[in-house]
């Protein structure tokens, strides 16, 4: 109807929304997105992204695909894509992502790990720019 198509939602479309003054106790896990404005004390894993809102804390662990936060954070954060830090934002704890934002203001007490998977040259078709890799030492 209208010219649109029909849309099947995917997991990652969905969006679950802990609101300020809940408090969640117990690890968290989603195929979907969740913004957090309230309080976790636990893990949270989604293969979507998740969201901190300004008055969100989770004292725990956090893994996703994109990580914004603009609250308080005590627990790693692993993010497969971005992670990003407002200004407000406070994480007491380590980083590993492939990109990274920091705005000013916002407060990191932790390691920072910035990975980047260099294909094996096994994986690589065979010519010359397999034999380049083969020979790159990345450990220095």
């Excluded at 939602?9 to 913004?35: A, F, H, Q, V, Y």
């Excluded at 309230?38 to 956090?62: D, F, H, L, T, Y």
């Excluded at 308080?72 to 934002?89: P, V």
């Excluded at 590993?96 to 920072?112: F, H, P, R, S, Y």
């Amino acid at each position: 109807m209208f010219g649109k198509k029909n849309h099947e939602p995917t997991p990652t479309d969905k969006l679950s929304i802990l609101s300020e003054g809940t408090i969640c106790r117990g690890d968290l896990e989603t195929t979907g997105n969740i913004r957090i404005d309230g309080k976790i004390i636990g893990n949270i894993v989604s293969i979507g992204n998740v969201a901190i809102g300004k008055g969100g804390i989770v004292e725990g662990n956090i893994s996703a695909k994109n990580i914004k936060v603009s609250g308080r954070i005590t627990g790693n954060l692993n993010s497969a894509e971005h992670l990003i830090l407002d200004s407000t934002s406070t994480v007491q704890g380590d980083m590993t992502t492939k990109l990274l934002a920091i705005e000013d203001g916002a407060q990191l007490n932790g390691k920072v790990s910035m990975q980047i998977k260099m294909p094996h040259p096994s994986e690589l078709p065979p010519g010359k720019e397999a034999e380049k890799l083969a020979k790159l030492d990345v450990t220095a």
